[in-house]
């Protein structure tokens, strides 16, 4: 139950960091300098951005601002996710994901990877809604789905989630025990109902939300994203629901 293709690249993290962060990444070249330029270099083994397919020049910022490039032209956040979890180095056991248009706060890394390096936890999820947001970081109807998928969670499997945020830390071997089939918008909520599903240590703690630093929201930024996305949601809902998502997640040996 929760409680409230060119690589490494010049990545400047520590050879001796055991968090190796993921970031997915489309045409987002306003942002993700910066996001990686925040990045907490210390207590990383690396960081990866993974372009999943940019017309602009989101790789070459990424490199240039120390994150190493993975090319990932199948399309999908999910799939992008999944490239990027396939790219660490094995050294890392605790994979970070976070999204590169800046809204989220790098630095915060920390409260989400500690709980989990410690061994109390096998999965923590920021929340952006227990957090501290900026004016117009979040739609209503990001906030009311985030609320749904919650409830149904809650209702399904016991375990309280306010968010289906991007930002989140995992074991490498819990991710592995998922195996994760959504590769599209539907990752994070697979996530979550499987980890819910197995029985893992779930932590949630409230982070910050900032809007975007650059580019158009890939969900948000339009009638039609926005639409497929909550089609999609709502069918790895269901989906996942009614095939149980226990008996796809294989126990810990």
Do not use: H
Not at 27 to 37: D, M, P, R
Not at 94 to 110: H, K, M, N, Q, R
Not at 148 to 168: E, H, I, K, S, W
Not at 214 to 236: C, H, M, N, P
């Amino acid at each position: 139950m929760t409680e409230q293709a060119e690589y490494p690249g010049n990545c400047a993290g520590s050879p001796t960091g055991r968090i190796s962060v993921i970031i997915p990444a489309l045409n987002e070249e306003a942002s993700i300098a910066g996001v990686v330029g925040e990045m907490p270099w210390p207590l990383l083994r690396e960081c990866i951005v993974v372009d999943n397919g940019s017309t602009d020049n989101t790789a070459a910022q990424a490199r240039a601002a120390g994150a190493g490039v993975v090319w990932e032209p199948r399309r999908g956040y999910g799939q992008a996710c999944a490239t990027g979890a396939a790219s660490a180095v094995s050294s890392s056991d605790v994979l970070v994901f976070l999204d590169g248009d800046g809204s989220d706060v790098p630095a915060e890394i920390a409260l989400l990877a500690a709980p989990v390096l410690a061994g109390a936890y096998d999965f923590v999820i920021a929340s952006r809604l227990r957090g501290a947001r900026e004016p117009g970081s979040l739609l209503v109807s990001q906030v009311f789905a985030g609320w749904l998928a919650g409830m149904a969670m809650r209702l399904l499997y016991g375990v309280r989630y306010t968010d289906m945020g991007p930002m989140r830390a995992i074991t490498r071997s819990a991710l592995e025990r998922m195996r994760m089939q959504e590769m599209t918008y539907g990752w994070n909520l697979e996530m979550q109902m499987k980890a819910a599903s197995a029985g893992l240590r779930i932590l949630e703690v409230p982070t910050t939300c900032r809007c975007r630093r650059g580019g158009v929201s890939k969900v948000a930024g339009s009638l039609q994203g926005s639409v497929k996305a909550a089609y999609r949601i709502t069918e790895v809902l269901l989906r996942i629901a009614l095939t149980g998502g226990r008996s796809q997640v294989p126990p810990a040996r």
